[in-house]
C-alpha cells in the first residue's frame, strides 16, 4: 500500500497491509487492549512472526508510525532468519536459541 504524505499523518485503519523495506505486515489494532497493535510478518523468512506494540496514551497510531515501528523490528532482527537475535544464540538459529 503506498502512502501519501497527508495519509501517513492520520490515524491508521484498525487493519490493513503495509510493506516496509520489501516486506509485507499485516498491522491490526487490537481493541481489547486500547493503544495496542499487532504486527505480523506476510514475507521473508520468518512468516507469521511479529511483535505488539502499545502506546502508553492508549491512542492510535499514524501510518508513519507503524512504518517506524515495523523498521525497527527489520533492524533487530536476523535477516537470516527473521527472529530476533539472541546474545545466548548457540547457533541453530531458531527462536528463543
Known amino acids: 500500500m503506498e502512502w501519501g504524505r497527508h495519509e501517513a499523518e492520520r ?3 484498525d487493519r490493513f497491509r503495509v510493506t516496509v523495506d520489501g ?3 499485516q498491522v491490526e489494532y487490537d481493541e481489547a487492549q ?8 506476510l514475507t521473508g523468512p520468518a ?3 511479529g511483535f505488539t506494540s ?10 508513519r508510525e507503524h512504518v ?5 523490528f527489520l533492524e533487530a532482527v536476523d535477516p537470516r532468519t527473521g ?5 545466548s544464540d548457540d547457533g541453530d538459529g531458531g527462536p528463543g536459541a
Do not use: K
Not at 502499545?54 to 501510518?63: E, F, K, P
Not at 517506524?68 to 525497527?72: C, D, H, L, Q, T
Open 68 to 72: 517506524a515501528a515495523i523498521r525497527s
Open 47 to 49: 512468516v507469521g512472526y
Open 34 to 41: 486500547p493503544g495496542a497493535y499487532h504486527y505480523t510478518r
Open 23 to 25: 516486506e509485507i505486515f
Open 83 to 87: 527472529y530476533l537475535e539472541d546474545e
Open 11 to 13: 490515524a491508521s485503519p
Open 54 to 63: 502499545r502506546r502508553s496514551d492508549r491512542g492510535t497510531s499514524t501510518t
